[in-house]
């Protein structure tokens, strides 16, 4: 069974975009979703998964989805322009079992884990930019990632269509861990295999209806176009990877 892809539901989730927090309010809301991912292992089968949706915020912290952040004072100088900086963690599910795909057969599993770093995000009348810095604190993959992207939202009614394009650094330990073969896992139709850093670019879309005041659904597609480091790997037969993720939150 293939890892659902948490980081891509972060991600989407946090497309989200609501108004401004009065100094004691504090938003709770409960939904379910289900994530649909293709990973790029040959042979590995696209998956579809339920998880349940938690969203609690205030103008200190988030959680939303499986990622939480402690918001640091914004650096708002006009009216459209704000630099928001916060503290992130996330739980990020990606790895594999042996039995996941025929390619795996032989492989140490590869596990998932949580990440900690720091955002921030320029809020302007243009398009948004936003860049972190995440690393691996669970000691699985020991591995690091930078994010750069640039996202806007267009509203019509209760309707927001937001488009991203957003630039993914790993680091060698990342893609090794995930995308290398050891020299104890190499076989005859598998040699050994380590890669360099890589950068992957990502686009997506997420559209968000509210359509009366406590519900919300929300619809997120993505695909990635993987870095000839991954490609190399000769346990990944596709140029990219994509994923679909569908929620419906109520809020209290």
Same mark, same amino acid.
């Given at each position: 069974? @293939?890892? @659902?892809?948490?980081?891509?539901?972060?991600?989407?989730?946090?497309?989200?975009?609501?108004?401004?927090?009065?100094?004691?309010?504090?938003?709770?809301?409960?939904?379910?979703?289900? @994530?649909?991912?293709?990973?790029? &292992?040959?042979?590995?089968?696209?998956?579809?998964?339920?998880?349940?949706?938690?969203?609690?915020?205030?103008?200190?912290?988030?959680?939303?989805?499986?990622?939480?952040?402690?918001?640091?004072?914004?650096? *708002?100088?006009?009216?459209?322009?704000?630099?928001?900086?916060?503290?992130?963690?996330?739980?990020?599910?990606?790895?594999?079992?042996?039995?996941?795909?025929?390619?795996?057969?032989?492989?140490?599993?590869? +596990?998932?884990?949580?990440?900690?770093?720091? +955002?921030?995000?320029?809020?302007?009348?243009?398009?948004?930019?936003?860049?972190?810095?995440?690393?691996?604190?669970?000691?699985?993959?020991? /591995? *690091?990632?930078?994010?750069?992207?640039?996202?806007?939202?267009? +509203?019509?009614?209760?309707?927001?269509?937001?488009?991203?394009?957003?630039?993914?650094?790993?680091?060698?330990?990342?893609?090794?861990?995930? &995308?290398?073969?050891?020299?104890?896992?190499?076989?005859?139709?598998?040699?050994?295999?380590? /890669?360099?850093?890589?950068?992957?670019?990502?686009?997506?879309?997420?559209?968000?209806?509210?359509?009366?005041?406590? *519900?919300?659904?929300?619809?997120?597609?993505?695909?990635?176009?993987?870095?000839?480091?991954? +490609?190399?790997?000769?346990?990944?037969?596709?140029?990219?990877?994509?994923?679909?993720?569908?929620?419906?939150?109520?809020?209290?």
């Amino acid at each position: 069974m @293939v890892a @659902v892809p948490y980081r891509m539901i972060a991600v989407s989730l946090l497309s989200l975009s609501f108004p401004a927090f009065a100094d004691d309010a504090t938003i709770w809301g409960l939904g379910v979703g289900v @994530v649909s991912t293709q990973k790029p &292992y040959a042979g590995i089968d696209r998956e579809y998964t339920p998880l349940p949706v938690l969203h609690i915020e205030n103008r200190y912290f988030r959680l939303l989805g499986t990622t939480a952040e402690v918001k640091l004072p914004a650096w *708002q100088w006009s009216e459209t322009q704000q630099l928001n900086v916060g503290l992130i963690a996330r739980y990020d599910g990606s790895g594999y079992t042996s039995d996941d795909a025929d390619i795996l057969q032989g492989m140490a599993r590869r +596990k998932g884990g949580v990440w900690a770093g720091v +955002k921030v995000a320029w809020q302007n009348p243009l398009v948004n930019i936003f860049t972190d810095w995440s690393h691996d604190i669970s000691d699985n993959s020991h /591995g *690091q990632r930078v994010r750069l992207g640039a996202e806007r939202s267009w +509203k019509w009614r209760g309707v927001t269509l937001t488009p991203r394009i957003v630039a993914n650094r790993y680091d060698s330990d990342y893609v090794n861990y995930y &995308y290398g073969v050891h020299s104890d896992e190499a076989r005859a139709w598998r040699p050994a295999w380590q /890669g360099d850093a890589a950068l992957n670019t990502e686009i997506g879309l997420n559209g968000r209806w509210q359509f009366s005041t406590h *519900q919300v659904l929300m619809v997120d597609v993505q695909t990635t176009l993987l870095a000839s480091e991954i +490609k190399e790997s000769p346990l990944v037969d596709r140029s990219n990877e994509n994923q679909f993720f569908l929620s419906y939150l109520y809020y209290f």
